[in-house]
């Protein structure tokens, strides 16, 4: 159990670390009110879409990084199996046709709280970006 709370932890703080740097990211492409510079209705939702796209792609790094841990751990045999596991854990979608073994399933858990925290916080980047489109109208 300690060790699935320690390599569950050092998750954690992995995804942090990589939603750290695409928020950052999304900082300095959309701050100092360059969207709001967009003179036009479909550059300001392609702009937004490009947002969604890239916190989506910091999702699949998310769900990359567990799902490797659960190969190198042997809880899962093979990585687009781990992938799917994992995509389908980290979204708390939990679909129940693939399982850990018992003395892995603690970390599921672990990964459903994580995506939990990570889906609030780009959440959070998105409605900002949004409000600032429309507050600027």
Not at 8 to 26: C, D, E, K
Not at 72 to 92: H, K, N, P, R
Request: aromatic letters at 14%.
């Amino acid at each position: 159990m300690l060790l699935q709370i320690a390599i569950g932890s050092a998750l954690l703080m992995f995804t942090v670390i990589i939603h750290s740097v695409f928020t950052l990211i999304a900082v300095s492409a959309f701050g100092d009110g360059r969207l709001e510079r967009m003179n036009r209705r479909w550059m300001r939702t392609t702009a937004v879409a490009a947002l969604v796209l890239m916190m989506f792609f910091a999702t699949l790094l998310h769900a990359s990084a567990w799902a490797a841990t659960y190969v190198v751990v042997d809880a899962i045999q093979g990585f687009e199996e781990a992938l799917y596991f994992s995509m389908v854990t980290f979204t708390t979608l939990g679909y129940g046709d693939i399982t850990l073994a018992e003395s892995w399933r603690l970390l599921a858990a672990f990964e459903a709280a994580n995506g939990c925290i990570m889906f609030g916080w780009t959440t959070a980047i998105v409605v900002a970006v949004i409000h600032s489109f429309f507050n600027q109208r």
